[in-house]
């Protein structure tokens, strides 16, 4: 068993459970990812099916994970022995702890990027340049072999002395204060996008779903980015449930959590595609979509320069306090587990990170003829992560929640020991014992081709 710290502190407020998880959940998952995700998935068909997702796995994953956390006061591995009594049941630990990794390979490189913009906003970078021209500028800066490296490591770096620096709650309440300018910003881009010329087809493709364009590979898409957006499948928001008081409502808490998340991926989306239709540019681009069109949005606004900066620095915020909660799962996992100092942790695995970090950035550039399964190593970190690892872990916990755990026990953890109303909690328990579970099946047997 692991060793617990002798007295786990919790969050304070209830604002304070919410704003902690949602910094988590919002990130670069919601404004950078969820846009690319959409436009190559059919727009209005891949947003319905999302929040779907977010409906039927994410809510009722996001509650458990917390009443998992804060049952068992653990890291993840430690919470599933602990409640399982069993040592097999830490391998979801374990898993997360991969998939931590992976994600982190790819987002740091992105995180990276928002830097870059901060300060291409701030020398003018985007006045007077076309749609091509900064196309082109956003290929020859990502495929560059070291400047992106450079934005890379330094994000790495401020992460890291984030988290030796114990400041993370301190991170968190600038975030509180900070995220409703993003909110903001956010809003502003959207009516401006909206009034450019021909904006409104972005609207429709973003917003009427065509359900022709409903696939298998939609599904799993909307799955892999319901469970990515909200920081599910990997144990994340069992650790921060482990700091959740035991009065607290964990339905009304995941409630909020998934609001926010969720409205914010859909504004991200009513900023972008008006743009990317009247620009002319193809909606399924890929990653680099934000990063070739909200730059033009901004050459377009009153204010812009100003607006250009303050945007790319909230993504950039926005991103941390999302890498810090990724970081934690690995540090708390290693430190628990291995019974390490947490600095020595944390030093660790930056190295680790930094070397994984590199080499997807020039996965872009120098190493893109290097593939695996046709992937580039950015891609391929992308893709296992959030359409493998991620719904393999929300099976995993479902599984353990359905059929391994005592359903009183988890009843009453959610309802705080029948303090609560349980009026809903069939709904809960028949989604993670049946729905959850069959249908992550499904989709994975269908993508293995079992039912061609
Ligand atoms: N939810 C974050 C985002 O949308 O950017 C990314 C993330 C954070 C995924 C933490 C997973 C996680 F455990």
Not at 341 to 369: A, N, P
Not at 376 to 390: A, M, N, P, Q, W
């Amino acid at each position: 068993m692991s060793k617990q710290p002798t007295s786990r502190s919790n969050f304070g407020s209830k604002f304070g459970t919410v704003a902690t998880a949602a910094g988590s959940a919002v990130g670069l998952g919601n404004i950078w990812k969820f846009p690319y995700e959409a436009g190559q998935n059919g727009g209005g068909a891949f947003l319905l099916i999302y929040i779907l997702c977010v409906l039927l796995f994410g809510l009722p994953i996001m509650i458990s994970e917390f009443a998992i956390g804060r049952r068992a006061r653990a890291n993840v591995a430690g919470a599933f022995r602990k409640l399982s009594g069993t040592r097999s049941w830490g391998i979801v630990g374990l898993l997360g702890v991969i998939t931590a990794f992976l994600i982190l390979g790819f987002y740091f490189v992105v995180a990276g990027w928002s830097l870059e913009y901060v300060y291409q906003a701030a020398s003018n970078a985007f006045v007077g340049k076309t749609p091509t021209d900064l196309s082109q500028a956003f290929v020859n800066f990502s495929t560059d072999t070291f400047q992106p490296l450079f934005w890379t490591v330094i994000f790495i770096c401020a992460n890291a002395f984030v988290l030796l620096a114990g400041v993370e709650k301190g991170i968190e309440r600038i975030s509180k204060i900070l995220m409703p300018f993003l909110v903001l910003i956010l809003i502003l881009l959207s009516i401006r996008a909206i009034t450019m010329p021909n904006g409104s087809a972005g609207l429709q493709f973003f917003f009427a779903p065509d359900f022709s364009k409903i696939t298998p590979n939609v599904i799993l898409s909307a799955l892999g980015q319901a469970f990515f957006s909200l920081s599910l499948g990997m144990g994340c928001m069992v650790t921060y449930g482990s700091y959740i008081r035991k009065d607290n409502n964990l339905t009304k808490t995941a409630l909020h959590v998934i609001s926010v998340d969720t409205l914010i991926a859909i504004l991200a989306g009513v900023a972008i595609f008006p743009a990317v239709f009247s620009l002319g540019i193809n909606p399924a681009q890929g990653p680099e979509l934000v990063f070739i069109t909200l730059p033009n949005v901004f050459t377009h606004m009153a204010g812009g320069y100003i607006w250009a900066i303050l945007f790319f620095l909230l993504l950039a915020i926005a991103a941390l306090t999302s890498t810090i909660s990724l970081q934690e799962v690995i540090t708390a996992y290693v430190s628990e587990e291995f019974k390490l100092q947490r600095k020595k942790v944390i030093v660790g695995s930056s190295v680790v990170l930094i070397i994984v970090s590199s080499l997807c950035s020039l996965s872009l550039g120098v190493g893109s003829k290097l593939t695996i399964g046709g992937m580039r190593l950015f891609d391929l970190f992308d893709f296992t992560s959030s359409k493998l690892f991620l719904p393999l872990g929300a099976l995993l916990i479902s599984i353990f929640i359905g059929w391994f755990y005592n359903p009183k026990k988890i009843r009453d953890e959610i309802s705080n020991q029948g303090k609560l109303s349980t009026k809903l909690f069939p709904v809960y328990y028949f989604l993670m014992r049946y729905f959850v579970p069959i249908a992550i099946i499904a989709i994975f047997l269908n993508e293995l081709g079992l039912f061609n």
